[in-house]
Structures are given as C-alpha cells and as structure tokens.
C-alpha cells in the first residue's frame, strides 16, 4: 500500500485502530523489543496507550489522540523495522525504512468490529461462544448453533487462550507466506485446528501446519477431519518428534504436553531449523529428579514432594536458558489455570540473534549449581549438530 503513513494517520484520526505493534528495534540497545498501542478511554476521553517493556520493567503512557499521533509518528523516524495493524474492518502489516516512510500490506476481514473501550466489559473470544464454528462443531466442543457444551467449555477457554498467546507472540511478526507450522505431539489436535483457523480464517493469511503424533489412529482421524473442513494445508502424520526432518522453512513449532524429554526434543530441533517462534508447554518432567543435587539446598531436596516440584522448575528453567543462549527472547506464562491442570507453564521463545554468549555462560553456571552432567536437552543438541540432522 503506497503512502502507508497517511493511511494510517487517517486510521488513527478516524478512531478505528483496534491494537498497532512496533517491532524490530534499529538500536535493540536503547529501544524496547515492540511497542504495543491501544486506544482507551480515560476520564471520558479518547487515548492513545503506549506499552513497552525493557527487561522485567514494564511502562504504560497514556497520550490524548493529537497528541499520541505525534509520539507514533516520531518512532517511525528510524526507530523501527517493522508495524502490525489491526483495524476495524481489516490486518495490516508492513515494513518502515529509515527515513519513516511505511510499506503497508492489507487484508480486510469478513465483517467489521466494534470498538468497546470500556474497561469492564465481558471477556472477549477470538471464537465465541454462541456463534458457529465449524471445527468445533466436528470436535464436539459446541453444538451446530454454535453453544458450547457445558462439559467442553473448559476445553473451551484453553483453545482461545491458545489462540489469545500465540495472536500476542505474531502480532508483531512479518510473515512471507505461506507460513510453515510444525506441531509435535498434536494427539486430538484441538489446538492444531485453531491455530489452522486462526492464521488461514482470523488472520487470513495462508497457513501450512504439519501434525506429528505417535498414536496412528488418531493421526488418521485427523487427516480424515482436515479434509471433511477443507483444510487442505493441513495434515497429519505418524512419526517420532525425533525423527522427523523433512522440513524446508519453519516460521513456528507448537508442542503442548509432550511428555518429560519429548519437549527437549521439540525444542533443539526447532532450534536447529531456525523456528522464529516456539511455544512449549512442558508434561511429566523426570529427567532431573534424581539428578539434582546442592548441599546448601538439602533440607528441602531431601524431600519427595519437594524434590519433585523443585525437579520440575529447573527443568523448565534450563529449557528457557538453553533457548536463551541461543538468541531467543522466551517468557514463560500461564497457560490455562492451576485449578484445571498443574502442567500449565507455556515457555514462550521468539528468536532475535543468533547467538547470546552471556545466556550461554548463564545456561552453564546453571547446570553448575545444580551439580548437572550429560542433561538430554544438550546431550540431543550435541547429537543432532554431529549427525547433521538439522540441515535443511
């Protein structure tokens, strides 16, 4: 779209901006990794919301629309690579060069949103209840009118706040279609079939997405499910997450509740494809029970109970740091609630640099303090990069 700055000026002045991302800092040094900006009402008054982050600080600023217009455009000044936008009838996304000018791409939506400021409104759905979903619908979670079953509605909430994380962690991501996702471990593929919907049906924007599992027939019922829906771009297959190589680009690898080193595996083979994006969340955690040990710490790892959960923890924090050391942002989030499953941590990674030598030296003063040798998540790292498995 030429004149992309206009367009959205007169976007914004017009008050029909739903969310706008910055991404790609020129200086990562001096500027916040994205900028998130949202309109709110504030004492009656239309606003511009600018939020950012710098380490574990979080800042929020609040700008009338005049005057909130003029800060968005000064970040355009060479400040910025990249800009998302949602609007009310459509996504876009696109490109700023150095001297501020903006590249934008369009796709307009089927029907046109209503803005709510309202900071007590319901609870909003990327898929709503009461409205007609057709994978849904085949899955069993709501009827052909669109209700969800009463005992699905658990289920639910999980694939919206599935689709609520992953639409925070590519909100800001510039894509060149189609878009390749991998997902290991997909069983029901519930999720795998919303985040399908989402990228091709919310976001449309065309999705490739491959579905590994080891239970066979519920691989062919789910080939058998993507083609009855149409999704042609789907598929699943019966294949170790150990194994399988037959990848050409990789944007994102999902892996929900694959068990204890299964997620390890998941993660160094998106790591050795170059994944932009990975969301784990982790199950069954036994690698390090027995192998954790601190003498100042035996008071609390002499018991079971504690031993086990403290086991779980730094498993998951070795697996952040291992994605840290090599070049990826990772936050780690409540999945769903501790009142429905206790395996509810989702490890969040989106790749920056290639490599960070002081999270690499923090990953191994990490093993050091827990007194860990041979640990599967580097022992299959090392293993992968000597038998070339990765290479595309």
């Known amino acids: 779209m030429k004149d992309g700055k206009s367009q959205l000026h007169k976007r914004l002045v017009n008050k029909e901006v739903l969310s706008l991302v910055l991404s790609g800092p020129r200086n990562s040094l001096e500027s916040p990794s994205r900028i998130d900006i949202k309109p709110v009402m504030l004492a009656g008054k239309y606003h511009l919301q600018f939020a950012s982050r710098i380490g574990d ?67 909003t759905y990327f898929i709503p209840d009461g409205k007609p979903c057709e994978f849904l619908i085949k899955l069993g979670i709501m009827n052909e009118q669109g209700k969800v079953y009463k005992n699905k509605y658990d289920k639910f909430k999980q694939i919206n706040k599935f689709l609520e994380i992953m639409d925070h962690t590519v909100k800001s991501a510039f894509f060149e279609e189609p878009i390749h996702i991998l997902d290991f471990g997909s069983g029901k593929a519930y999720l795998t079939f919303a985040a399908y919907y989402y990228f091709n049906e919310i976001k449309k924007q065309e999705a490739h997405i491959v579905g590994l599992d080891l239970k066979k027939d519920v691989v062919e019922l789910c080939n058998q499910l993507a083609k009855k ?26 892996s929900l509740h694959a068990c204890d080193t299964a997620t390890d595996a998941a993660i160094v083979n998106s790591v050795l494809w170059g994944a932009k994006y990975i969301l784990a969340v982790p199950c069954c955690q036994h690698e390090l029970y027995h192998k954790i040990n601190n003498e100042s710490l035996s008071g609390m790892l002499s018991h079971g109970l504690m031993r086990e959960r403290t086991a779980a923890l730094v498993t998951d924090a070795l697996r952040a740091l291992f994605l840290k050391k090599h070049g990826y942002e990772v936050t780690l989030t409540e999945f769903i609630s501790m009142t429905h499953t206790p395996k509810n941590m989702m490890i969040r990674g989106s790749k920056k640099v290639d490599t960070d030598k002081e999270s690499e030296t923090e990953f191994f003063e990490f093993l050091e303090f827990w007194n860990l040798e041979h640990v599967y998540i580097e022992e299959f790292y090392k293993k992968q990069v000597k038998d070339g498995f990765y290479d595309l």
Not at 60 to 86: A, C, D, P, S, T
């Open 229 to 254: 829906l149409g999704y042609d771009h789907l598929r699943f297959i019966h294949q170790n997450i150990e194994d399988y190589k037959n990848i050409n680009k990789l944007d994102m690898v999902i």
């Open 57 to 123: 600080k979080h800042f929020h600023r609040n700008y009338l629309l005049e005057e909130g217009i003029g800060v968005l455009m000064g970040y355009l000044l060479k400040q910025y690579r990249f800009i998302n936008i949602e609007t009310v009838d459509s996504h876009m996304q696109g490109m700023i060069s150095k001297k501020g000018n903006v590249n934008l791409k369009e796709k307009m939506k089927e029907s046109v949103i209503s803005i709510d400021l309202n900071h007590d409104r319901k609870k």
